[in-house]
C-alpha cells in the first residue's frame, strides 16, 4: 500500500476557492489510479472526481465545471483545485489511491474500487 496525507481544507465562503493536495509515499506513484471521495456528517462517503495514471478523468454531476483534479507524478502529488464553492461542498473530503496496471478497470465511482485512503481534510464553506 501508499501512505496518502491529505492537505489544503479550510473554512471558505460560498463562492470562494481551495485548492487541497494529496501527496503520496512510495516509488510507484505513476502505476497509481488516484481519487478524491467526500464525507458530510451522518451521510455516505461519495465520489468527487478521479485521475487515472494515463490521465483519464471522472468527476460526479455536482462538481463538473466547478472542481478540477490533476496530478504531478515527479511530486507524487495529486491535486482537487476546487471553485464557486457551495455549501454543499461542506464534508471531510479524502484522498484515494489504487495500484494498476494497463489496460486495467475504471470504475473510480464506486468506494470500493479503491484500495489505500488518506485520514481526510475538512473543508467547510460557509454562505
Known amino acids: 500500500q501508499v501512505q496518502l496525507v491529505e492537505s489544503g481544507g479550510g473554512l471558505v465562503q460560498a463562492g470562494g476557492s481551495l485548492i487541497l493536495s494529496c501527496a503520496a509515499s512510495?516509488?510507484?506513484?505513476?502505476?497509481?489510479?488516484m481519487g478524491w471521495f467526500r464525507q458530510a456528517p451522518g451521510k455516505e462517503r461519495v465520489f468527487v472526481a478521479a485521475i487515472s495514471w494515463s490521465g483519464g478523468i471522472s468527476y460526479t454531476d455536482s462538481v463538473k465545471g466547478r472542481f478540477t483534479i490533476s496530478r504531478d507524478n515527479a511530486k507524487n502529488t495529486v491535486y482537487l483545485q476546487m471553485n464557486s464553492l457551495k455549501p454543499e461542498d461542506t464534508a471531510l473530503y479524502y484522498c484515494a489511491g489504487k495500484e494498476v496496471g494497463w489496460n486495467a478497470a475504471w470504475n473510480p465511482q464506486y468506494y470500493n474500487y479503491w484500495v489505500d485512503w488518506g485520514q481526510g481534510t475538512q473543508v467547510t464553506v460557509t454562505s
Open positions: 512510495g516509488r510507484t506513484f505513476s502505476s497509481y489510479n
